[in-house]
DNA sequence: GCATACCGTTCCATATTATGAAACTTTTTG
DNA sequence: CAAAAAGTTTCATAATATGGAACGGTATGC
């Protein structure tokens, strides 16, 4: 009989605190009685729970349906966050010089676990098509340009990990769907210096992209260039490969990593 | 002696959770004692705070320095509520038009009190000047074009308040200091439409701004094009003022308002 | 190189705080 | 208009957070 001593929060409220507030962030406005239930907590303690979110400036109540919802507050601490990200503000003006030269979406991610994090999103110059993702959305690794140029950079065992640790869903045709293939892509990744998505995370986008060395050990974080097929056709992006591995060697100097 | 029952916050753990967050976001990067002796908590209080935050997944500690800072967990948040804002969705394509025309910076701000908050920015496609407003910046009103506009919906007695509500700070010689001079441009946004930065608030920099009508009683919402006086000469923010104001009719009546 | 001071961490008895049942009020629904 | 559901308030109790104290490690100064 193995004694797990499982971790747990010290702060029992702080962690209900937070359930609430990942309820909201997740649902939009919701009425008392149904985070309550989708919770598992006494609607008696939910009140109070949101009552001193509502203290802090976290939480509001609509006066009329009476519903609860997140406030901007929290938008205000994430700015504060991404304004102190040493990293994003290092790559920020080259990654405006990708954009410049090619009017097309640019991103900056980072790592979280089995998945990537937009931290930094600058939109097309050029068209009126618009891409889904935006700062703040987490994403899978294996399903990504970005995602891939990371996986690149890790020993295979990491990236099994990774494969285990993710559900793998088919967004489009392209979409990778076993193992072999990603790994056989990875190679290609790594002879090539950057990644590419060939619609294999959403129909019409193509993606190439660059991982950024130097900041830790390990690779954290990779940048890319999104755009519809119509303008990313195979040979701009065979172009565009050698601005990204541009800025990514000049990038990862700068940050530190040399060699 | 008036009895004054202050309200107080129901949950005391809750509370000091976010006073601990709210100054890492401030601060970056702090040791245990520091927060410790800046909050008036006990060390151990402090740690099971922190310990928490981490369980969570909000915040880590630096293994070399052992220092504590915030996770990108709540930019995660922020992005979802971001994304649930019904009037950024419906605005975006209209800023974007104005984005598109004019080169220049256009952003989206929500009124918070005496402040505004940036909700959207959209950077500037021309030139390499970048403004040091970002997503989640507060600023206060009485001091920027956005401001204006949305204090020039405002009855009298509301400007006051917001004018006696906020700490009055010279940022360029430009700058309002006095609240005569305030209303007197506040009637003359009244009487344009529109409302104009001129160096007031950031050397250099030039801004038209108008409010959005109809998503509440109160206006609660505007937007700008800011630039470089160099290219924002005054006659160009007469021409754009065309379109500013255009956008500012059909993006209110999308949003409900008529008349 | 040793002593001291400082920081971070852990432990624990105690007092405070959060808890949830129940009662009450308001709003919605049939 | 009645009944049900949602939201709010109260309160005794149980559980939780609290902070003093002590421990261990690391940096600082002599």
């Not at 009685?33 to 907590?41: D, F, K, R, T, Y």
């Not at 939910?46 to 997140?70: C, F, N, P, T, W």
């Not at 993606?207 to 900041?215: D, H, M, Q, T």
């Amino acid at each position: 009989m193995a004694e797990e001593k499982e971790a747990k929060n010290p702060v029992q409220s702080a962690e209900r605190i937070f359930q609430v507030m990942e309820m909201l962030a997740e649902n939009g406005e919701m009425g008392l009685m149904e985070i309550s239930a989708a919770l598992g907590l006494h609607k008696s303690t939910v009140h109070r729970l949101l009552m001193s979110l509502i203290y802090m400036g976290y939480a509001k109540q609509d006066e009329g349906s009476q519903k609860y919802m997140l406030t901007c507050k929290v938008v205000s601490m994430s700015g504060k966050i991404l304004e102190r990200m040493d990293i994003l503000q290092i790559a920020r003006p080259y990654l405006e010089r990708l954009s410049d030269l090619s009017g097309e979406t640019v991103h900056l991610v980072q790592r979280e676990g089995n998945n990537i994090l937009y931290v930094y999103k600058i939109e097309a110059k050029v068209g009126t098509i618009r891409m889904v993702s935006h700062v703040g959305m987490v994403h899978p690794m294996y399903c990504s340009g970005v995602g891939k140029a990371i996986m690149a950079t890790l020993p295979e065992r990491e990236v099994r990990a990774i494969w285990d640790g993710s559900e793998i869903e088919r967004h489009t045709d392209k979409t990778i769907v076993d193992y072999d293939r990603l790994q056989r892509e990875l190679s290609e990744v790594r002879r090539d210096g950057y990644a590419l998505d060939d619609e294999e995370n959403e129909k019409g986008v193509r993606c190439i992209a660059a991982c950024l060395y130097g900041y830790k050990k390990e690779v954290t974080h990779a940048f890319s260039i999104s755009g519809p097929t119509s303008r990313m056709t195979r040979e701009r992006v065979r172009e565009l490969a050698v601005d990204v591995k541009k800025v990514q060697e000049e990038l990862s100097r700068e940050i530190g990593y040399y060699k």
